[in-house]
């Protein structure tokens, strides 16, 4: 009889530990690398974002012209300010021509990404053909509403007067410049923001919708109840975006007027952006017009923050 004698299996030997320098680099490689690799963003950011905005600041505290002279003012540029006309007449046609935009556009392109978000022919064409306008020249866009617009022969007038309606001098008057500026802005940025929407709702799951459909809930239920609740982020991250960018309106109103930044012989449709340009490169008062842009600053975080409020509330936040 042979006897078969089972080995006992080896142990593996624990490899050794690491070495002083191989552990710190490790530590290195975990906590760093993920820095370094979005430092560039911070360093671009930190050049072209916050060294102007302190270099503006600084200069805000000056009189400074185009000859070089500067003398301290302290806060008497921004005293100055407030106490402007001129400025307060931008401010309110900055908000108008805002509200008048804004509030249009968001729910034109909300209702177009929800139809864009359905089953249909030629799908994607018809997705893209909505950036059309945003790739237009603002300029040619400008040369076309300027036809539409035109107090004798526009055809916006003309059709306003198959209804009786006397022609409109759309620039010299400012509830009706406004309105023409804010459909500038919509016909350019209505579908820009709807493809954001659109590529919002996209995440949204289908399940859901099956779900609610199951239950007996209508498209409109589904749309108050799912969508828009579901779609609270992407609406937060575009009434933002809306609100620096219509804040900070300067092409389409200077190109209204032909490229003049008064904004109408009586600065009726003159906004902010237009008054700081005035201010510094036609009057040459740079420490008045950083003074302008700290406040418009200002303007941009305060309409931000009413209205982050405001479209935080869709989804139930309080």
Known sequence: MSLHLEKAPSRVAAPPPPRNGRRWRSVLDIRAMPYFLISPYFVLFAFFGLFPLAFTLWYSLYDYDLAGTTEWAGLGNYAQLLADEDFWNAVVNTVGIFLLATIPQLLLALLLANALNKRLRLRLAIRMSVLLPLVTSVVAVAVVFTQLYARD??????????????????????????????????????????????????????????AASIDGASRRRQFWQITLPMLRPTLIFVVLNSTIGGLTLFAEPTTFYNGNVDGGSQGQFQTVAMFIVKQGFREFDYGYAAAAAWLLFLLILLGALINFLFVRRIGGTR
């Open 153 to 210: 022969w526009g055809l916006v007038n003309w059709v306003l007067s198959w209804f009786g309606i006397e022609p409109i001098n759309w620039r010299a008057e400012r509830l009706p410049s406004w309105l023409a500026i804010a459909t500038m802005v919509d016909w350019r940025w209505t579908g820009y923001n709807a493809i954001i929407f659109l590529a919002g709702m996209q995440t949204i799951p289908r399940d859901l919708y099956e």
